[in-house]
T-cell receptor, first 112, second 110 residues
């Protein structure tokens, strides 16, 4: 499958812990986007990277950070986790900055 | 501020009935508008975009700048149309991300 790949698919952890979500974009895509989908909140934009550089930031908490590596995969780090961080985290990629977004299947994070 | 509003969380229609999924947006200017769809157990994917003025799977969406709306329509609903539909907006220039509405779940009843 040459689509967007996200790992892990499911993750259960405790409050106060730290997790890392990983995203591999489609082959050839330089942009990676992270979105958070909480209950009743829809898809909230977190951050956008293009070819290794941060290009736009949304309502991303200071406890969260991300980066895009030279091989273009991206990681979203979530620390000091709270119950409210439980959500589905989507990664999407596109060829450029304004192209069609292709989504991964998401990583479901449950904080207990 | 850019905002997308989808007033209905759930819309149920009978097979063969017309469908209209509402989307209103807030943006000062001419945004790029999209509809994304997520079928059961599938990824979120682009359904159509307003600039291409196309019909995909029988769906069309007309941009009404006066009413700041981009409603999605289909004359005859099919069971396979049951899915989660998201309206999204993006500023045409600058480095702004895609802003999504909260989505409407369409359920087509046989």
């Amino acid at each position: 499958d040459s689509g967007v790949t996200q790992t892990p698919k499911h993750l259960i952890t405790a409050t106060g812990q730290r997790v890392t979500l990983r995203c591999s974009p489609r082959s050839g895509d330089l942009s990676v986007y992270w979105y958070q989908q909480s209950l009743d909140q829809g898809l909230q934009f977190l951050i956008h990277y293009y070819n290794g550089e941060e290009r736009a930031k949304g309502n991303i908490l200071e406890r969260f950070s991300a980066q895009q590596f030279p091989d273009l995969h991206s990681e979203l780090n979530l620390s000091s986790l709270e119950l409210g961080d439980s959500a589905l985290y989507f990664c999407a990629s596109s060829v450029g900055i304004k192209g069609e977004l292709f989504f991964g299947e998401g990583s479901r994070l449950t904080v207990l | 501020a850019q905002r997308v509003t989808q007033p209905e969380k759930l819309l149920s229609v009978f097979k063969g009935a017309p469908v209209e999924l509402k989307c209103n947006y807030s943006y000062s200017g001419s945004p790029e508008l999209f509809w994304y769809v997520q079928y059961s157990r599938q990824r979120l994917q682009l359904l159509l975009r307003h600039i291409s003025r196309e019909s995909i799977k029988g769906f069309t969406a007309d941009l009404n700048k006066g009413e700041t709306s981009f409603h999605l329509k289909k004359p005859f609903a099919q069971e396979e149309d049951s899915a989660m539909y998201y309206c999204a907006l993006r500023a045409p220039s600058g480095n702004t991300p895609l802003v999504f509405g909260k989505g409407t779940r369409l359920s087509v009843i046989a």
